[in-house]
């Protein structure tokens, strides 16, 4: 299950991508990969858009209103 994401992506409101997840480790006992970005959460400008993309071609995104808090 842990190799099935192959990148993340970070995209402001516009649909301009504006960080790229780094692969850092393996998390919950090498169940699933870990992406680290350049900045924390906080950081970054509301409303963005995160895109988890799969080996598979397929593509999940999820909308994220705040950064700055955590959503599961």
Known sequence: ????VD????KDSD????????HSSFGDTGT???F???KKGESYP???TVEVH?????VKSYKIPEP?????
């Not at 990148?7 to 970070?10: A, G, H, P, Q, S």
């Not at 649909?15 to 780094?22: A, H, Q, S, Y």
């Not at 799969?54 to 397929?58: R, S």
């Not at 700055?68 to 599961?72: A, L, M, N, P």
């Open 54 to 58: 799969k080996n598979d071609g397929t």
């Open 32 to 34: 699933r990969k870990k």
């Open 36 to 38: 680290v970005f350049r």
């Open 68 to 72: 700055s808090k955590r959503y599961d």
């Open 46 to 48: 509301k409303n963005i």
């Open 1 to 4: 299950m842990a190799h099935f």
């Open 7 to 10: 990148k993340v992506v970070l």
């Open 15 to 22: 649909g301009k991508v504006i960080d790229r997840g780094r």
